[in-house]
Each structure stands twice: as structure tokens, then as C-alpha cells.
Antibody, heavy 115, light 108 residues
């Protein structure tokens, strides 16, 4: 059974950095691609980045966002730097087993940026 | 980049049929997928590849696609179907995943 377990909620001040983690079980990373999806309050879903041997970013998330993958532990990380209030969102990890869709999702991590 | 347009909201009475549209440039061979998201929860895939259904999803959920529109249909709507629904496809031109803006389904 596939499981994606994310780290807990974070509250940060503007300008700070945060790391969100997502641990995959039930698959090994070579079997799937793993992705980050953002959902701002009251808004839709937005694909940020994905790893399938190499990392690909959506254009608007290039720069302050870095996705890394530890293939040994099956854990992926999203580092967000120079946080702004509009980075306040729920961040989901999700897997694609090769069919251009997201079959499994983590529970989401709320990142709140507030002074 | 590819843009998918959904109506912000759809209201439907219990037992009736809800139809949610997802518009874009000619979809061609692109597969459209649909997710249900209840408040405070992660999205759940309800329809994939335009009209196929994961085994755990009831057959009240169906999807179709024609030209520049994809449609998610929910028949015999129940109170538990109240949620946000998001369409999604993969834009092979730029290797990006694209989501629609989401539609809130309200059961009256």
C-alpha cells in the first residue's frame, strides 16, 4: 500500500526559510515520479515541481523553491526561502506512476507566513 | 502555457445530476484527470484518462471529453459528494502538469 507521510505544520516569519518533507512507502522512488503541489487558501491546486531522475520546476516556482530527493530513505524535501505572506498555503506531495496523473497524495503540510 | 477553465461553482439537488466542465485549447490526445477534494483533505483521483474510474470510486462518477471540453458527471448526487473538483492534464509541450481552477459542488 502506497503511503506518503508529510511533516507537520509550520509557522514562519517573512524572510525566513522552511523545509517540508514527504516520506514515500510502498514504492521505491525509481518506480514513480514524485511531485509537490501547492494550494493557497481558497484557491485551486498548482503544480510546483517534480522529480523523475531529474528535477523539473514550474516556471513561476523557479528561484526560491528547491526540491531534493533522498533515494535511500524515499524522502523528498521542498525548501522554500525568503518566505512571503503569499507563500502561505498547504503543500502536498504526490506520486505519478507514469500515467501523467497523481494517484496518491500526502496529507498536506500547512505553511503559514506571518509577522 | 496551457490553461484549464472551470466554473467556480455548481449547485445540485440530492438525487439529481451534477455536470462539471473543464475547458481548454483542443485537448487532442491529452488525457484529462479529475480529483475530488473535501475540506481539509488531500485530493482523491475519481476519474482518469478522460473517462476511466479507479476501482474504489462508485460508478455514479463518469467522465468524457470532446474537442475543447472535458466533463465530469456525477449522477444520483449525494450529500457526501459535496466537495471541490479539479481537472488536470499533462502538457507534453513543456513537461508540466496543469490543473484547472476548481469547481465547488454544493448539494442543496
Amino acid at each position: 500500500q502506497v503511503q506518503l507521510v508529510q511533516s507537520g505544520a509550520e509557522v514562519k516569519k517573512p524572510g525566513a526559510s522552511v523545509r517540508v518533507s514527504c516520506k514515500l512507502s510502498g514504492y521505491i522512488l525509481s518506480q514513480v515520479s514524485i511531485h509537490w503541489v501547492r494550494q493557497a487558501p481558497g484557491q485551486g491546486l498548482e503544480w510546483m515541481a517534480g522529480f523523475d531522475g531529474e528535477t523539473l520546476y514550474a516556471q513561476r516556482f523557479q528561484g526560491r523553491f528547491t526540491m531534493t530527493v533522498d533515494t535511500t530513505s524515499g524522502t523528498t524535501y521542498m525548501d522554500l526561502t525568503s518566505l512571503r505572506s503569499d507563500d502561505t498555503a498547504v503543500y502536498f506531495c504526490a506520486t505519478d506512476i507514469g500515467f501523467t496523473r497523481f494517484d496518491d497524495w500526502g496529507q498536506g503540510t500547512l505553511v503559514t507566513v506571518s509577522s | 502555457s496551457y490553461v484549464l477553465t472551470q466554473p467556480p461553482s455548481v449547485s445540485v439537488a440530492p438525487g439529481q445530476t451534477a455536470t462539471i466542465t473543464c475547458g481548454g485549447d483542443n485537448f487532442g490526445s491529452k488525457s484529462v484527470h479529475w480529483y475530488q477534494q473535501k475540506p481539509g483533505q488531500a485530493p482523491v483521483l475519481v476519474v482518469y484518462d478522460d473517462g476511466d474510474r479507479p476501482s474504489r470510486i462508485p460508478d455514479r462518477f463518469s467522465g468524457s471529453k470532446s474537442g475543447s471540453a472535458a466533463t465530469l458527471t456525477i449522477t444520483r448526487v449525494e450529500a457526501g459528494d459535496e466537495a471541490d473538483y479539479h481537472c488536470q492534464l499533462w502538457d507534453s509541450n513543456i513537461d508540466h502538469y496543469v490543473f484547472g481552477s476548481g469547481t465547488r459542488v454544493t448539494v442543496l
